[in-house]
T-cell receptor, first 109, second 112 residues
Framework: QKEVEQNSGPLSVPEGAIASLNCTYS??????FFWYRQYSGKSPELIMS????GDKEDGRFTAQLNKASQYVSLLIRDSQPSDSATYLC?????????FGTGTRLQVFP | DAGITQSPRYKITETGRQVTLMCHQT?????MFWYRQDLGHGLRLIYY???????DKGEVPDGYVVSRSKTENFPLTLESATRSQTSVYFC???????????FGQGTRLTVV
């Protein structure tokens, strides 16, 4: 079992819709959770971090964490074509930073 | 300039040769990481370091060697390159406690 699991997609949503990206993790001791965005041919860039159960909002992005279910999600409201990218979930079991395989998001006009 | 830089950006090497990828950060971050990224596998952790002179294996360490004699540098060496090590390599760093990590531009390595 991989430590961090994501659906590889692609997830296709129309412009203006809500995109929902999901991630599960296996290590219950994980304390920190991150969402990175990676455009094709570029480096990953951090878009959200979340450390406690519940929701955290930043502009059009909302991260949700449920430690009991070992589940992290990212909602993107009012999706734009510029949001088309691969979204990587990352988790910190002990002092490592482990990534999922990423979900490719396509936002079409 | 402040930040995290990798060199070289592109490298072609032959099977069996030793090659070293460099990573330098100017933030004095405690943690540094090396990942490889391949289609279908996402980012896989090769090695990481919590501080100077402290290194530990990640998910896919075989065939790689690291060192960290100074906080700002974390070189990755392929002792005898194989075609399966053709990949894009990313270095990242973050503060103590594995907080938000920042990535270098990546090194595209081709082993022929």
């Amino acid at each position: 079992q991989k430590e961090v699991e994501q659906n590889s997609g692609p997830l296709s949503v129309p412009e203006g819709a809500i995109a929902s990206l999901n991630c599960t993790y296996s290590d219950r001791g994980s304390q920190s959770f991150f969402w990175y965005r990676q455009y094709s041919g570029k480096s990953p860039e951090l878009i959200m971090s979340i450390y406690s159960n519940g929701d955290k909002e930043d502009g059009r992005f909302t991260a949700q964490l449920n430690k009991a279910s070992q589940y992290v999600s990212l909602l993107i409201r009012d999706s734009q074509p510029s949001d088309s990218a691969t979204y990587l979930c990352a988790v910190t079991p002990t002092d490592k930073l482990i990534f999922g395989t990423g979900t490719r998001l396509q936002v079409f006009p | 300039d402040a930040g995290i830089t990798q060199s070289p950006r592109y490298k072609i090497t032959e099977t069996g040769r030793q090659v070293t990828l460099m990573c330098h950060q100017t933030w004095s971050h405690s943690y540094m990481f090396w990942y490889r990224q391949d289609l279908g596998h996402g980012l896989r952790l090769i090695y990481y370091s919590a501080a100077a002179d402290i290194t530990d294996k990640g998910e896919v360490p075989d065939g790689y060697v690291v060192s960290r004699s100074k906080t700002e540098n974390f070189p990755l060496t392929l002792e005898s390159a194989t075609r399966s090590q053709t990949s894009v390599y990313f270095c990242a760093s973050c503060r103590q406690g594995v907080t938000e990590a920042f990535f270098g531009q990546g090194t595209r390595l081709t082993v022929v």
